[in-house]
């Protein structure tokens, strides 16, 4: 009998998709988000921090507006989003205020995700939410992007918080008990896949094309999610948004829905990603307490053990930590851009606010971000 991924999961992102969320596209659903908001606050109160994306905005806009479909024509979705954003808002800040949870929208884009800095800086922002004890509510910020450059679906979106956040397990809730061997409205034989490895070719061709008219992605980008979450160790679990108290058992190992596992440990593939992808914009001459640090203790890279920063690079940006002589011990994204480590180079944490007037990090490069060579 397999267990749930999220049994061991301290650190969890739920996505809940648009029919779910808006009944079918007829309104916003009180009682459905009533239920996961009541899940979610036993997860929390288990010690699990959990990250939630909700898709829903551009189907409650459009139920607002009183509008018969889904438009077509970009300004008039993005104009129903922004309409009901506002009504995903209000229903989940009071869903959650029933269990003494306080909640925190945060719209993103692509280019947030794809720049550096503004990767590094939603990361700590979610993260510093999380430590707060705050519920993250996520989607994207439909009213500024355009079709090009949309996720266009919250599964994509799902699966790149789970990365930037470091989330242990993604779970998609959705109008089905899981992904089938084909799509069940219109194939009765269809059966569900229990078990699966993420990433694994023969899924995306079972999981076919466009989803419900209400919903955008169907199962494949749910599965191409999945394969995403598993780049940085995520488990993805596909399961129905309906089954009672869904998110409990799974939390207490039932295996409900599909399972699709990833090979790698989170941080082991983080390093890996950081190791393999990205290219060295400058270098930090790190003293030989620092390299002691780094090579025995696993510690982050502090600005006192930094004695010469060379090159140009931005917050975000990967360097190469080298000592004296020149040998390179380790890569990492660095916290701050080079102006501002060569200000704050051979000084302790404690000055870096007066040196700099602000505080990115204690660190120039936190051991998460950090690969020793
Ligand atoms: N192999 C499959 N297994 C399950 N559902 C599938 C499969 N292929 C396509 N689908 C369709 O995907 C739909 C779910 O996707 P979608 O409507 O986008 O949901 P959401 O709004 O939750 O993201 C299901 O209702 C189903 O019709
Ligand atoms: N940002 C959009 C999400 C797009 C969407 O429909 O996603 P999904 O239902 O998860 O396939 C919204 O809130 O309407």
Request: a neutral charge; proline letters at 3%.
């Amino acid at each position: 009998m397999p267990v749930s991924a999220l049994l061991p999961a301290h650190r969890i992102v739920v996505k809940v998709g648009s029919s779910l969320v808006t009944n079918e596209g007829r309104g916003l659903d009180h009682t459905a988000l009533a239920r996961w908001a009541a899940e979610i606050a036993k997860l929390a109160a288990m010690g699990k921090q959990v990250v939630l994306v909700s898709s829903g905005a551009v189907a409650e806009g459009v139920a607002r507006l009183g509008w018969k479909e889904k438009p077509t024509a970009i300004h008039e979705k993005q104009a129903a989003a922004a309409v009901g954003q506002m009504g995903l808002c209000q229903a989940y800040e009071s869903a959650f205020r029933a269990h003494g949870l306080k909640t925190a929208q945060v719209l993103l884009t692509h280019e947030d995700m794809a720049d550096r800095t503004r990767y590094l800086n939603a990361r700590t922002t979610l993260l510093t939410l999380l430590a707060l004890g705050v519920i993250p509510i996520i989607n994207e910020n439909d009213t500024v992007v355009t079709a090009e450059i949309k996720f266009g679906d919250n599964d994509t979106l799902g699966a790149l918080v789970t990365n930037l956040v470091e989330g242990e397990a993604l779970v998609i809730l959705t109008d089905q008990q899981g992904l089938y061997t084909a799509d069940p409205r219109k194939d009765a034989s269809a059966t569900l896949i229990q078990e699966a490895r993420a990433g694994d070719v023969a899924l995306e061709a079972m999981a076919g094309g466009a989803g419900s008219s209400v919903g955008t992605g169907g199962m494949y980008t749910k599965v191409i999610a999945a394969k995403r979450a598993a780049r940085s160790g995520a488990a993805t679990i596909i399961a129905s948004g309906r089954e009672p108290d869904v998110l409990t058992r799974l939390a207490a190992g039932e295996a409900i829905g599909t399972q699709l596992i990833a090979e790698k440990t989170p941080l082991a593939a983080r390093k890996q990603w950081i190791a393999a992808h990205l290219q060295v914009k400058g270098r930090l001459v790190v003293d030989e307490g620092a390299r002691r640090a780094l090579a025995e203790k696993g510690s982050s890279l502090l600005p006192i053990g930094v004695i010469a920063v060379e090159g140009e690079f931005s917050r975000g940006d990967m360097v190469s930590c080298i000592n004296a002589e020149g040998v390179e011990l380790a890569r990492g994204l660095v916290n701050y851009p080079a102006s501002d480590a060569r200000r704050i180079m051979r000084q302790p944490t404690s000055q870096i606010e007066a040196l700099l007037g602000y505080l990115e990090e204690p660190e120039l490069i936190h051991r998460d971000n950090l690969v020793l060579l």
